[in-house]
C-alpha cells in the first residue's frame, strides 16, 4: 500500500506566497518522478511542476520564475514554493509520485486528494 499526503494550501493576497509539500509512503521500493498538478473550477486538470529523483524539473510556463519545485529523496517529499501567487494560481493541487512499489514489478502513479490555494483579496 502505498500513500500520498499533500500538506499546506490555504488563502493568500495577490502578490503573495505558500509552500506545499507532499509526502509518499508505504511499501516503496523506488520513486521516479514527482510532480504537481492543479485544476481550477470548470477546467481540466493541468501540469504546475515535475521533478526527477535526479533533480531535473519542468514547469508550466505559466507558473515559471515564480514556482520552485524541490524534493528530499531520503524522505520521499516533494514540496512546491510558491511566489508572486496570482489570482489565476487559484486551483486545487494535486501531488503526484511515480513509484515502484515492493513486491510488484511495474511502476504505478499514486495521487495525493488535493489541496485548496485560494489566491485573493
Known amino acids: 500500500q502505498v500513500h500520498v499526503v499533500e500538506s499546506g494550501g490555504g488563502l493568500v493576497q495577490p502578490g503573495g506566497s505558500l509552500g506545499l509539500s507532499c509526502a509518499a509512503s508505504?511499501?516503496?521500493?523506488?520513486?521516479?518522478?514527482m510532480g504537481w498538478y492543479r485544476q481550477a473550477p470548470g477546467k481540466e486538470r493541468e501540469l504546475v511542476a515535475t521533478?526527477?529523483?535526479?533533480?531535473?524539473?519542468n514547469y508550466a510556463d505559466s507558473v515559471k520564475g515564480r514556482f520552485t519545485i524541490s524534493r528530499d529523496n531520503a524522505k520521499n517529499t516533494v514540496y512546491l514554493q510558491m511566489n508572486s501567487l496570482e489570482p489565476d494560481d487559484t486551483a486545487v493541487y494535486f501531488c503526484?509520485?511515480?513509484?515502484?512499489?515492493?513486491?510488484?514489478?511495474?511502476?504505478?502513479?499514486?495521487w495525493g486528494q488535493g489541496t485548496q490555494v485560494t489566491v485573493s483579496s
Open positions: 503526484n509520485a511515480e513509484v515502484h512499489p515492493i513486491s510488484s514489478v511495474r511502476w504505478y502513479d499514486y
Open positions: 521533478i526527477t529523483s535526479g533533480g531535473s524539473t
Open positions: 508505504g511499501r516503496i521500493l523506488s520513486i521516479n518522478a
